[in-house]
């Protein structure tokens, strides 16, 4: 998808500012025929945001700054977005057509507050996004696709992709200090 | 709300509303087998579980 740049989208200082990361899983997200759409760690709901014109949409995080800063930019933008805040999938029932996450990445171990979780993913930066494909197929729906953002030094969750799922990489950009890629996965 | 259920338990919730302006400003969400009652408040339904509150 294109970024909007009418949409009006606010940031704050508790919330992960939308960056390189973000910008590139828009990019890559394309959701084609997709009525419903779920995102996982929404932030500022920048991407649900554009997702919403397509597709009925659910926005998730578990900070409270992020749910109630997206839910305020849905309200500013009149967007019909059901924000919830969960840890994953841990209170979501159903299917979605296309699901997309951009988890934190970066080889940190969280210490404490709720801007930290945004990108420290534990050892190795994938603790959690390995719980998320770990815990994603029963929620798409037959025929949909998941997004997802991976950093080069994420080595477990870009094996679990190639060997669990049908990937195929379809956004890409260096950073500093490493590379990120967007994949799209359907069930192996 | 068919979206939703309880983190804990996966089992259905019951809708309590307490404020409804065209959607549901605030209220709970019941899981009667867990016995707890996960808030809404302004709009956002609050699943995580009891131990990561």
Known sequence: MKLDPELSVEENDQVYRPAEDSYLLLRALDLGEATSFLEIGTGTGLIALHAVRWAQTVATDISPFATALARGNAQKNDAALDVVRADLFHGLRGAFDAIAFNPPYLP????????????????????????????????????????????????????????????????????FFDEIRVYRLRPA | MDILCCPVCKGNLELVVAREED??????????????????????????PPELR
């Open chain 1, 108 to 175: 940190l171990r969280p210490r404490g507050g709720w801007l930290d979780r945004a990108w420290s993913g534990g050892q190795g930066g994938d603790e959690v996004v390995l719980r998320f494909l770990r815990d994603v197929p029963p929620f798409l729906a037959e025929g949909g696709a998941i997004y997802v953002l991976l950093s080069s030094r994420n080595r477990e969750a870009l094996r679990t992709v190639r060997t669990d799922f049908r990937s195929q990489e379809v956004g890409r950009e260096s950073l």
């Open chain 2, 23 to 48: 959607e549901i400003l605030e209220g709970g969400l019941i899981c009667h087998h867990c016995d707890f009652t996960y808030e809404i408040e302004d709009g956002i339904p609050n699943l995580l």
